[in-house]
């Protein structure tokens, strides 16, 4: 359980992080936004990313 | 002279000691792991360049798209019939393999080939960083042509991150490591991000209908910029596959494949190469064409994916520059007995990082590939001859072991034979590999061959 909530929301950075291109190319969005989203999910992913590791690793001990 | 040389071998010997023993059954890895390992070990920073100089080079966008394709799938049976085979059977690093059949001196010198490649291409790798920190204090990249430092601000820059990359080295190799599992898929999404964020600078449509139309006009349109060779598609197809070459053809990766259940694990290898090589260089080649055909990482990395984009060249270059600095000491240890691996990472990175201020290590990083994996590609050619040709002509197999040998003559002879020959060749750099490794292949077999009836040493 404390593996996966790190993991579900790491991945799920990693997927937003994808989705802030697409909607700029798309047109929905600014590229000054798309920027700034894609910077907060990737924080959001290494922040998440490290957590998940870390959890596994107590795990393994 | 000969009690120096054994001090060494000693050295080098007790480095490598803990791969001696083949792999035992119990340590064999799922393929799983396999796949794993290998999607995430080819997005490096030298991903930027490469995709972006086919840009440059003019190649046309059906002629890049076959030439991936098929070069990365060349690459990938070259490891799985090639390399993973031998690793298979033998259980073995190349380090060890070549011991039994070139001799601890012929080890000893692909070793220090091994450093010396390496560090260049880390001091490529600080180089590409550099562009992505330069960019915030307006430090212009090196032309094109450019061989040496363009500017005081210039060295300072590769200097400052040589530093600091090898100040990292030397702090810890393992926490790193861990770190740079981390970063690895990110850097891919940093990638695609920043090219379909620059779809719309190209003018691609956002229902698509024009990205062909988009990518054969704007993207690779067949026109090289000045001053740059024109590359088609058997360039394409043979850079893709030889730029691995020392991997694959060159067997380092026995160290990987010796823990395969089956040999059949080298096709796990397309987890790596398609995405790394296919698609990162597809998008790079995007993002270059959209800020006007500069090459310009740093720039590039910012413009596609803003403050993200510069965060991930950086570490990108870091992630890769480490491993490699490392690798770099640990070859290097070898002439410096009795020294800590600290000590020896702090001068693999100082000698990085001199490298690095020179431009012209990654502006002209497609010849550099080129020549890493033809430095190297014979030694996988001796040890492919003597693997399976030399039982089945019944020459007899690891004489330098058998007979205590610390150089094998014949395989020097071959070794650097086979390089005069393929940079005398009248052929493009990108194509003089293959009749190499098949001059060497032959050539190693009828000396050893003819050894085998003189009955000498």
């Known amino acids: 359980m404390k593996t996966r909530i790190p993991a579900v929301l790491s991945l799920t950075s990693l997927a937003l992080c994808l989705v802030s291109p697409v909607l700029f190319f798309a047109g929905k969005i600014s590229e000054r936004t798309y920027r700034l989203a894609f910077l907060l999910t990737s924080f959001s992913w290494f922040l998440f990313a490290i957590l998940w590791m870390a959890a596994a690793r107590r795990n393994k001990v | ?457």
Request: glycine fraction near 10%; charged fraction near 10%.
């Open chain 2, 1 to 457: 002279m000969p009690s120096r040389l054994a001090t060494l071998t000693l050295q080098m010997d007790k480095l490598y000691e803990f791969d001696r023993v083949p792999v035992s059954a119990d340590k064999l890895q799922p393929g799983g792991k396999f796949a794993g390992l290998f999607a995430g070990e080819h997005v490096a920073a030298t991903e930027f360049v490469i995709g972006a100089f086919f840009v440059l080079h003019g190649v046309g966008a059906r002629d890049l798209l076959l030439g991936l394709l098929f070069g990365n799938l060349l690459a990938v049976l070259s490891w799985t019939f090639i390399c993973a085979p031998i690793a298979v059977r033998t259980r073995l690093t190349l380090y060890w393999y070549l011991r039994k059949i070139a001799g601890p001196g012929v080890t000893f010198i692909y070793n220090i080939a091994n450093a010396f490649l390496y560090c260049i291409l880390a001091g490529a790798m600080i180089s590409v960083s550099a562009t992505a920190i330069g960019l915030a204090f307006g430090i212009k990249v090196p032309a094109l042509d450019a061989i040496f430092p363009n500017s005081v601000g210039w060295v300072v820059l590769t200097f400052a991150i040589g530093t600091a990359f090898t100040t990292v080295a030397v702090l810890g190799f393992e926490k790193l490591s861990r770190f740079a599992e981390v970063c690895s898929p990110w850097i891919f999404v940093v990638f695609i991000a920043g090219a379909v964020a620059m779809l719309p600078r190209l003018g691609v449509h956002p229902n698509l209908d024009n990205l062909w139309e988009v990518a054969k006009t704007k993207i690779w349109n067949g026109v090289a910029v000045a001053g740059q060779e024109k590359l088609g598609f058997a360039h394409v197809l043979f850079f893709a596959w030889f730029c691995n070459l020392a991997m694959h053809v060159g067997l380092s990766d026995m160290a990987l494949f010796r823990y395969a259940k089956r040999w059949t694990y080298g096709l796990f290898t397309a987890f790596g190469v398609y995405p790394g090589h296919l698609l990162a260089w597809i998008c790079s080649g995007v993002m270059v064409a959209a800020i006007g055909r500069e090459m310009d990482p740093g720039r590039m990395a910012f413009e596609a994916a803003g403050l993200a984009g510069t965060f991930g060249l950086l570490l990108a270059g870091w992630t890769t520059a480490n491993p490699t600095l490392y690798r770099a000491g640990l070859a290097l240890q070898t002439v410096t007995p009795n020294w800590p691996r600290w000590k020896i990472t702090l001068v693999a990175g100082a000698a990085t990082t001199v490298l690095s201020c020179f431009p012209v290590f990654f502006l002209k990083l497609l010849d550099y590939v080129a020549i890493y994996g033809l430095v190297l590609m014979p030694i996988g050619a001796i040890v492919f001859a003597e693997h399976w040709i030399f039982p089945r002509l019944r020459i007899e197999q690891h004489m330098a072991e058998k007979r205590g040998w610390t150089f094998n003559g014949s395989a020097l002879i071959v070794w650097l034979g086979t390089l005069v020959i393929c940079f005398s060749l009248p052929l493009h750099l990108y194509f003089r590999w293959l009749p190499g490794w098949f001059i060497a292949l032959a050539s190693y077999t009828v000396l050893m061959a003819s050894r085998r009836k003189e009955g000498v040493r």
